[in-house]
């Protein structure tokens, strides 16, 4: 190829083969510009200086030998990673560009400049190396980049920079960790136009979810200023989500998450309008405020969707955004590398068997456990007295940290985010990490015995003691199928992602109280009268949360709407059965703002809870608040598979007038294809099934209530547990009443809860009664479905009712 032997090339005369020549990011960047930029994705116009010019550059300086026997050196064990890459890096930045070279390069940023109508346009200046971003290793962030690069001098210079960089501690840790020869990668340096991100904003973007391979979610992170502080994870950026099936609809904005971060500081221009970055304090307001607003973060999301369709796979890419034009720019794309090496069909579950203190919270990098005895360095300086097996407990870490790192058995840093030199490092080695603790180096203490886990979702614990934990391996493939519909319970948006992979026929059983208390923390009826809380705190804490939302009520309705979305979307277009709300009143006490809501009672259990909460003037407008998530939810975020279900609903009366409310705050069973199912847990429900059928499209059965009601044992008293079973005969003999009566008026009705996995006959029965649905918590499901097929094959027959 004509190419190879040149030295400058436009990035627009490139595409993906062209690797071995512009390496891996220009060729990509390239063939952005080619074949993306007509169909509206943004990208910024630029040049590359080509392998063949770096090679020519190490010949005309003399610097193959030289390097060559600086690692010979390090090999012989003379000198350190670190000290050979000084001296490499040295001998780089002593160089000069042959005169070929530097005209080229003069001449393509002469017309770069043409192009803008500028005299001296700011430039950003990377690496790429001809061996990055294959589909098997990332090179990404090994070598430097530089931004703001005004004028030919300080272009050249930055160009040698560049190549120098081929040699930082970074990339010279991760060659040796992938296995590539020192000599073997060689470099090609991009010339971009600067997007005026220093006064927009900047970050990543995935195109599937990192910790878990969640394929069908874009995961991006946002930050103010320039993006190298996003990049080399050293802040705490906004975290966004976005669920890509439901972007091809032009009315829908499915974002599931939406996450503020901290943002302590930014990167922008160094002042007085030559080039150069600094870092500065961001201000209050950008503390406090989302960096995306819904439209751009759809926007990326949708253009996520168009780069990975067209390399045919999942992508690791970065964006900005132009504070003085508003545009959104993609600056590069490459391969997603780590969940690309991981089985489609295998499924690994870990779960800690007991619990202990918690010291330390961060985010999780991976989804297993480990343990070990802590071992906290602060300075790479001591890394001599890192035991092997140990956790390591530090600040951050840097290429210095990797020969520690990978003794390991897990990594706790007190800084650092997704994408921080801790957590590509964890990844690509398989080790445990919990990244941007705060707090790590000083909660835990030399030589405790802590327990590091990334099997509850995005976020990552550190607990105190060993604690116990186990690890099921699953070939999904052998799974036998059955007849009976098996979906799972889901509580947890943050673990939502972790079981994509179960062969589960959707969501059974949302938890919306479950949402409420972990992600949106406060009341409703106190963001709906927060004049009625008297505590100042409280309403302080209201307040802060409610920073970058309309008002309390808008911060409750998109927060409680996007974690329910989030818990729907795994196995969309699969049903999501959401629950309304079912706190009792002391558990609604205890969210913000709840005290001066909630009266105490003598039998919460039995008190004013479910269906009666919604329609009385103490809780109603909660209640709209919910309503209104829902419609939110189905609408706006697009997701129509949701269901909604009516909890503890003791009288037809009462049916009636939660249906009126929720008409009013429009959930008008079926319209927009809106159904409508009810909790089957009280007697009443069983005794007037056939008339509670007429209002309701589907049955679920809560047998833990039911069988406490049915009993008259409280299914929290340890003194009564033994009577406590749903496979007594009274209790049998009301579940198969409810599924006949269900059945005889045409509705659905399933079951949600342990006891098919706890108690094989109890699952026998089910199936001989014709249940239609059993919904389980997803870490039992893998072990239940053989027990259902076996009941289904030993002589279970499901009667046909349409969805």
Known sequence: MEAMNENVLWLGDVGRADVPVVGGKNASLGELIGSLLTEGVGVPDGFALTASAYRKYVAANGLEPRIAGILAERESGNLTWRRAGSAIRELVLAGEFPAEITDRIRRFYRDLAARTGEADPAVAVRSSATAEDLPEASFAGQQESFLNVRGEPALLDACRRAYASLFTDRAISYRDIMGFGQLDVALSVGVQLMVRSDVGASGVMFSLDT?????????????????????????NPDRYCVFKPLLADLQCSPIIEKT??????????????????????????????????????????????????????????????????????????????VQARKSGTLMRVHRLTEQGPLLATGAAVGEAIASGRACIIKDAADIGDFINGAVLVTEQTDPDWVPVMKRASAIVTDKGGATSHAAIVGRELGIVAVVGTSNGTRVITEGEEVTVSCAEGDKGNVYEGLLASTAEDTDLGELPTTRTALMVNMANPSTAFKWWRLPARGVGLARMEFVINDMVRVHPMAVAFPERVADAAARDEIEDMAKGYADPADYFVQTLARGLAKL?????????????????????ANLVGGAWFEKEEANPMLGFRGASR????RYRAGFELECKAIVRLRGHCGFSNVIVMVPFCRTLDEADRVLAVMGENGLVRGTDGLKVYMMCEVPS????????????????????????????????????STLFDERDAAVESMIGEAIDKAHAAGIRIGICGQGPSNHPDFAQFLVNEGIDSISLNPDSFLRTVPVIAAAEAAGGVRPEVSP
């Open 260 to 337: 503020r971060g901290s943002k302590l500081r930014k990167l922008v221009y160094a002042p007085g309008g030559g080039s150069g970055t600094l870092m500065a304090d961001t201000t209050e307001a950008e503390r406090g405020s989302f960096v995306l607003d819904d439209a751009d973060i759809v926007q990326l999301g949708r253009w996520a969707v168009r780069i990975e369709k067209h390399y045919g796979g999942p992508m690791d890419m970065e964006w900005a955004k132009d504070g003085i034009t508003g545009e959104l720019f993609i600056v590069q794309a490459r391969p997603e590398t």
């Open 211 to 235: 910790e878990t391979g969640f394929p069908r979610a874009a995961v991006i992170s946002a930050n103010w200023g320039l993006g190298e502080t996003v990049v080399q994870g050293t802040v």
């Open 568 to 588: 729907a979307a795994p196995f969309h277009p699969a049903p999501a059965i959401v629950r309304f709300s079912d706190f009792k009143t002391n558990e609604y």
């Open 614 to 617: 919604y329609y009385d003037e």
């Open 685 to 720: 429900n069983v005794v007037l099934a056939g008339q509670f059928a007429s209002r309701f499209d589907g049955f679920s059965i809560g047998s833990n209530d039911l069988t406490q009601l049915v009993l008259g044992v409280d299914r929290d008293s340890a003194e009564l």
